[in-house]
């Protein structure tokens, strides 16, 4: 966790979170509702010094759910002058979910109190 800025944006279709604390709950999560996780496929859009652009192929298999599923990302990364991950946008088939009304609503919740379940170390 230690590679996102201690004030960190992420941006994912399931949520925002404006801090790495916020960000290391999504991370924690992760285990808790998925079986498994594998990468699939990556392949590097841009390289910069203050950005990476890839686009990843991720299969999650649910632990609740029957069979597996593959999700399409392309993921921005935005590095600040000590190398750390600044910004961090996940698109989900390239497509830029809601920012607006209740969808922006969720991502929030999701991204302010998931940390209440997953509870990462206070230490982040």
Request: aromatic share 12%; charged share 25%; proline share 6%.
């Amino acid at each position: 966790m230690r590679v996102y800025a201690e004030k960190a944006v992420y941006d994912d279709p399931w949520s925002f979170c404006d801090t790495r604390y916020k960000i290391a709950g999504q991370w924690y999560g992760l285990p808790m509702i998925m079986a498994k996780s594998r990468t699939l496929a990556t392949e590097i859009i841009s390289s910069k010094p203050d950005e990476i652009i890839f686009k990843l192929q991720q299969e999650y298999t649910p632990k609740l759910l029957p069979g597996a599923k593959a999700v399409n990302s392309l993921i921005t990364l935005t590095l600040d002058e000590n190398g750390k991950v600044k910004y961090h946008k996940d698109m989900w088939n390239e497509k830029d979910y809601s920012h607006e009304g209740w969808g922006m609503v969720f991502k929030t919740l999701n991204g302010d109190h998931l940390t209440k379940i997953t509870r990462p170390p206070d230490s982040l």
